[in-house]
């Protein structure tokens, strides 16, 4: 059995912080970049952020740059997303993915092989 699970989410009000994380079952994480992936209600999957297999790169996208921070600790297969100053406008289900390969872009969806089934994260009031 191969999976990522995702956990950590929840409601929280406008300001407030959640941590994610993305726990791997069934396979090394250590070889694998990870990118966690948002999808809200009417909107198409976006890339949040990416770190590569050994931590020594990682990106964001602008609406959540300096908020939040992605991490892993390959000992205990898990990757982190710590989310800071959360606005309604992050409200969806986040995902996190597994790649092995890299084309140049860090969120081309079909390079990402293994996919967690998601967590809810509502930033509400």
């Known amino acids: 059995q191969l999976q990522l699970v995702e956990s950590g989410g929840g409601l929280v009000q406008p300001g407030g912080s959640l941590r994610l994380s993305c726990a791997a079952s069934?396979?090394?994480?250590?070889?694998?970049?990870i990118g966690w992936f948002r999808q809200a209600p009417g909107k198409e999957r976006e890339g949040v952020s990416f770190?590569?297999?050994?931590?020594?790169?990682?990106h964001y996208r602008d609406s959540v740059k300096g908020r939040f921070t992605i991490s892993r600790d390959n000992a205990k297969n898990t990757v982190y997303l710590q989310m800071n100053s959360l606005k309604p406008e992050d409200t969806a289900v986040y995902y996190c993915a597994a790649r092995s390969t890299y084309s140049g872009s860090y969120y081309s969806e079909y390079e990402y092989h293994f996919w967690g089934r998601g967590t809810q994260v509502t930033v509400s009031s």
């Open positions: 069934g396979f090394r994480l250590d070889f694998y970049a």
């Open positions: 770190i590569s297999s050994r931590g020594e790169i990682t």
